[in-house]
Nanobody, 121 residues
């Protein structure tokens, strides 16, 4: 099995910064896409940022220029640096990864348990 463990959430004032981390562990042969989604109360889960095959990145328009996603392939870890945070960034942030557990297995999506980010004065 594969586990994704997030850390780094918390309470921050508007304009502040947070850095989220997500480490993938377990039976991992190869990891393709890794990234972050978020879900605010009463809203659907939405893409925040992803990194595909370790190189290509994609960001939601609402976070472009403020958030930066990065990945350490050796550690199977993905990071999300969040700057200039706004109250509308408040949500539960979920780590996401597409993983193959063996050389012959197909890739499957996995989710972390989520970490709360609250932006408030």
């Amino acid at each position: 099995q594969v586990q994704l463990v997030e850390s780094g959430g918390g309470l921050v004032q508007p304009g502040g910064s947070l850095r989220l981390s997500c480490a993938a562990s377990g039976s991992i042969f190869s990891t393709d896409t890794m990234g972050w989604y978020r879900q605010a109360p009463g809203k659907q889960r939405e893409l925040v940022a992803i990194v595909i095959s370790g190189t290509r990145t994609n960001y939601a328009d609402s976070v472009k220029g403020r958030f930066t996603i990065s990945r350490d392939n050796a550690k199977n870890t993905v990071y999300l640096q969040m700057n200039s945070l706004k109250p509308e960034d408040t949500a539960v942030y979920y780590c996401y990864a597409i993983v193959a557990t063996t050389r012959w297995a197909s890739f499957h999506p996995y989710w972390g348990q989520g970490t709360q980010v609250t932006v408030s004065s």
